[in-house]
């Protein structure tokens, strides 16, 4: 279900075990001579019209021919006078991945906020490794160990990732104990992993937020931390051997081998959790443990869980 004014850029065709997804259909409403009409249309955009997308568009630069983006769900909000100016956008091909349902779980108050008003809370690997719940805390969440070799060259670092970092972390099982022993009782179920996390996007980037990257995908479970790479002889060997290397290149060499896997290792004792993560990675270094966002176009791809033994 959508709130009232907000509407979801993304349309969906579920199945029992799978979607699609694509953009709406999109159009440009022409018609502008700078790019501040542009702008100042945007800025007297009152009433539900408010929530139209504001992706400006140069039609033709060298004519001073402007536009703005609009999605099909929003002509609705446009005057007779500026549907007349919409210019087609060709429609973007269908996606079909497979992803499972996913079970968040979360104490029965916050699943009824959220299915109320969206309400969402989202944390960052650092507020992992502080949970009370002995059997959820991971406190070695986000380490990781890089042995980048090069030759008979090797260099090892160890350090922490996701300091721009926001995730969700669910499960794939509906039966996970908590540090009694006992089955968590209440949550929601994610039916449709793709479009929740996109409309969670939408509300970051409402709040000011920008989304770099959204992953996605289930936890593997490893015995160590450690993460072997091959790197390029150019890279580190002549300056190793002339004892010419500087922290910051050693960091530059280590960050260009941190892949996405990175964020997705936990070890093997807490394999039973079968955790399946959702990951916004920003453009900007976070300072709190937890998040709150208001996303209610993300509710139509939940429902409310309670286990029932």
Known sequence: MEEAGIISEYEFTENKNSFSMRKKKNYILSGFDSKEAVDKWIQDLSGERKYIQRNRFILEAEAKQYGITVSEAEIAMLADEERNRLIDLPIEPMV??????????????????????????????????KLE???????????TIIVGESGKNKLCIMGKVGGNILMLCSS???????????????????????????????????EGYHVEQMLMGPCNYTSNKRINRRISDTDVKDKIENKTVCLSEVYETFASCGQDDIFFRKLLDKADEHEYRMIWRLNQNLSEDHYSVVVPEAIQHCEKYRFVE
Do not use: H
């Not at 991945?97 to 079970?103: C, D, I, L």
């Not at 540090?179 to 992993?193: A, F, L, T, V």
């Open 96 to 129: 079909t991945p497979y992803t499972p349902w996913v079970y968040r779980f979360m104490g029965e108050e916050y699943v009824d906020r959220f299915l109320k008003t969206g309400e969402l809370r989202l944390c960052t690997f650092e507020s992992c490794s």
């Open 133 to 143: 719940d002995s059997k959820r805390r991971d406190k070695g969440e986000g380490e």
């Open 172 to 206: 794939l099982v509906e039966k996970c104990k908590d540090d009694e022993g006992q089955c968590y009782r209440n949550g929601i179920i994610i039916k449709n992993i793709l479009g929740f996390m996109l409309d969670v996007t939408s509300a970051l980037e409402r």
